[in-house]
């Protein structure tokens, strides 16, 4: 299985990542400037801070892995940035990569004096999450809306904005991106069957996008 560092080009060039309403909407929802200072959390191939830098915004990069080509090589729980540095910071479909994501949403409000934006994958069944790891190991588990909120309120956060997207995903490139082939591509069919487009060449899932303000209190 190839390391997220040997996987950094295929996410820079992937449609999915790269462009669509809901990355337009992440954007739109970080309030980009001149100005403004953002943090895009798990930066990956780089495409919201590209956005959010044509909006004129002061952004840093972080992400764990250094072939991703980050600002900052760091994890979400543990960013090293002083309380209330940026005025947004922003994570999207990388959340359910994270190790202990209350810990990360802790760290992304810590470091916000404004606004947290996240985008993930909804969580849609036990099988949908059971295809994902076996199709990327480094995938922990995707979320409920409920459980998103609850994360966000107890890291001191008011959810102001929940949009939701459909997204489809082209099977072949989606497994080629983590190197999954074989007997493990064959059950990661299998436990999507549920999710898939008429014809099997591609599977639908929902992409959740959450606004959240810093509390005043």
């Not at 798990?42 to 980050?70: C, F, I, K, N, Y």
């Not at 107890?154 to 490139?173: C, S, Y």
Request: charged letters at 30%.
């Amino acid at each position: 299985m190839s390391s997220w560092s040997d996987r950094a080009q295929a996410y820079r060039e992937s449609p999915t990542h790269r462009e669509g309403p809901d990355l337009d909407l992440v954007v739109a929802w970080c309030e980009p400037g001149e100005g403004v200072k953002a943090l895009d959390v798990a930066t990956g191939g780089g495409h919201v801070a590209r956005r959010l830098r044509e909006e004129g915004a002061d952004v840093v990069t972080l992400d764990p892995s250094p072939g991703m080509q980050a600002d900052v090589v760091a994890s979400a729980e543990d960013v090293p940035f002083a309380d209330g540095s940026f005025d947004v910071v922003v994570s999207r479909i990388a959340p359910h990569h994270f190790a202990d994501i209350r810990v990360a949403v802790a760290e992304m409000a810590r470091v916000s004096s404004r606004l947290v934006v996240i985008e993930d994958t909804l969580f849609s069944s036990e099988r949908h999450d059971q295809a994902e790891k076996l199709r990327d190991p480094t995938h922990v588990r995707n979320y409920t809306e409920d459980e998103w909120r609850d994360f966000l309120i107890g890291a001191g956060l008011e959810v102001e904005q929940v949009e939701r997207f459909e997204k489809t995903h082209p099977l072949e490139p989606w497994l080629a991106r983590t190197g999954c082939e074989g007997d493990e591509a064959e059950r990661v069919k299998e436990l999507l069957a549920d999710r898939m487009t008429e014809d099997g060449s591609a599977w639908t899932d929902t992409k959740i996008v959450i606004r959240a303000r810093k509390s005043e209190s």
